[in-house]
């Protein structure tokens, strides 16, 4: 099976992708294009994987960082892959360089301002979009050279709101920092709500100038073409993949 890539026009020519599960070597829970070294995944296969997706995106090389839900980003301003760091974005200048983030529910956010020639990629669940994430990488990216008005943001596949039931305390964290963001909660069952995750970030970019889209596919609701956490959580299983998304100048 040969890869699936989704990309985005609002990206061009920035060579980019949201990778699905499809054209993988995994098997089991894992079946198709796992490229989580974190996962109990066989590392060998993982390692093949992912070196479809660079080849895919011509490189030797997929910079990465250790995610954890954190507001922090990374800028890469040579080639040289070191240990990658703890946070949950990058951005460079750098031709060469390939960025690249894992997800299997929380968003994927590919940025891109080719005027200046400055890209960004970050990994943004609730808690890092809700902290930060997504305008730290905006700003990272202008100390670089790129303009708002010229940046462009896509939201890859990811939870959508009809998946993603919570409950009052999730609600509280939002609301406790602006009572506005209510409107991101839809009601469920008894005291459940639904958070629309994409249509949170979207709003977030927007107000800092930022033309963004998002790509509209839900990672819970497409087991064939997508990893999903909360997904493997029902079904009680193990383990579950992860998704990756990249982009280079």
């Not at 061009?12 to 996962?39: D, K």
């Not at 200048?93 to 960025?99: E, F, G, K, M, S």
């Not at 299997?104 to 200046?116: G, N, R, Y």
């Amino acid at each position: 099976m040969t890869l699936e890539i989704l990309t985005s026009d609002n990206l061009v020519p920035c060579r980019h992708g949201f990778f699905t599960r499809h054209g993988g070597a995994s098997s089991g829970i894992f079946a198709g294009l796992n490229c989580g070294l974190g996962s109990s995944d066989q590392s060998e296969i993982v390692s093949i994987n992912r070196m479809r997706v660079a080849d895919a995106m011509h490189t030797d090389v997929l910079f990465s960082v250790h995610q954890i839900h954190s507001s922090d980003v990374v800028t890469i301003t040579d080639n040289i892959m070191t240990t990658p760091s703890r946070a949950d974005a990058m951005v460079s200048n750098q031709t060469d360089v390939v960025l690249s983030v894992l997800t299997a529910d929380c968003q994927p956010v590919l940025f891109a301002d080719h005027k200046a020639g400055v890209i960004g990629a970050a990994h943004a669940g609730w808690r890092g979009a809700l902290n930060g994430i997504l305008e730290n990488t905006v700003s990272a990216m202008c100390d670089l050279g790129a303009t708002t008005e010229n940046i462009h943001a896509v939201i890859g596949p990811c939870i959508s709101q009809t998946a993603y039931e919570v409950g009052p305390e999730f609600v509280d964290a939002f609301v406790s920092v602006d009572p506005l963001f209510e409107r991101f909660f839809a009601h469920g069952q008894s005291d459940r709500r639904l958070f629309d995750l994409p249509g949170f970030s979207l709003h977030l970019l927007q107000r800092n100038g930022i033309s963004a889209e998002w790509t509209g596919q839900c990672t819970f609701s497409d087991p064939t073409r997508f990893y999903s956490y909360r997904r493997a959580t029902h079904a009680k299983e193990a383990d579950y993949g992860r998704l990756i998304s990249a982009i280079r100048l």
